[in-house]
């Protein structure tokens, strides 16, 4: 048999739900708009800092390179020469 359960009890778990509910739902409506503005410069910088190529993070966008670059460049953020990087043993 289901113990009883309080009225107050009752009020503050519908309040809890209906708070998280709207606050589920804002998160929704806020991922919804980033997708619909793009990711900001800093977004893209961090991802090029993290070891992203701009075709990469370009690809994962759906930006241009050249618009990714832009937009990197625009936080100081340097630009890595063009190439692979060197194996750490590696002599010239």
């Known amino acids: 048999m289901a113990t009883p359960i309080d009225r107050a009890a009752?009020?503050?778990?519908i309040e809890l739900y209906g708070q998280t509910y709207h606050t589920l739902a804002a998160?929704?409506?806020?991922?919804?708009i980033k997708a619909?503005?793009?990711?900001?410069?800093?977004?893209?910088?961090?991802?090029?800092l993290a070891g992203h190529s701009l075709d990469a993070?370009?690809?994962?966008?759906g930006m241009s390179a050249s618009t990714v670059r832009q937009m990197i460049l625009s936080t100081g953020t340097p630009m890595r020469a063009p190439g692979r990087p060197r194996k750490s043993g590696d002599i010239r």
């Open 57 to 61: 993070i370009a690809r994962q966008t």
């Open 27 to 32: 998160e929704r409506t806020l991922e919804k």
């Open 10 to 13: 009752l009020l503050d778990l």
């Open 36 to 48: 619909l503005i793009g990711p900001s410069a800093a977004d893209l910088a961090t991802r090029y």
